[in-house]
Nanobody, 123 residues
Framework: QVQLVESGGGLVQAGGSLRLSCAASGSIFSINAMGWYRQAPGKQRELVAAITRGVITNYADSVKGRFTISRPDAKNTVYLQMNSLKPEDTAVYYC?????????????????WGQGTQVTVSS
């Protein structure tokens, strides 16, 4: 089984910074892409940022220039550095691993989610 464990959420004032971490563990053979999504109360879950094994990145327009996603050595850990935080960034942030192949079945690709971590930005 594959698990994603997130950390780094919390309460911060507007203009502050937080760094989220997500580590994937289990019988992982490879992961195509990892990313962060967020869901605010009453809203749909949305993509924040994603990164492939080839370090191609994709960001939501609302976070470009403020957030940076990284995946050192294209391994199974992904980080989200969040700077210049705004109250509208308040949400539960979820880690996602897409195109995950396990050592038990390298030909099958699955999608996995973390449990979520709360980020609250006060004005």
């Amino acid at each position: 089984q594959v698990q994603l464990v997130e950390s780094g959420g919390g309460l911060v004032q507007a203009g502050g910074s937080l760094r989220l971490s997500c580590a994937a563990s289990g019988s992982i053979f490879s992961i195509n892409a990892m990313g962060w999504y967020r869901q605010a109360p009453g809203k749909q879950r949305e993509l924040v940022a994603a990164i492939t094994r080839g370090v191609i990145t994709n960001y939501a327009d609302s976070v470009k220039g403020r957030f940076t996603i990284s995946r050192p050595d294209a391994k199974n850990t992904v980080y989200l550095q969040m700077n210049s935080l705004k109250p509208e960034d308040t949400a539960v942030y979820y880690c996602n691993a897409d195109g995950v192949a396990t050592t038990q079945d390298v030909l099958r690709r699955r999608n996995y989610w973390g449990q979520g971590t709360q980020v609250t930005v006060s004005s």
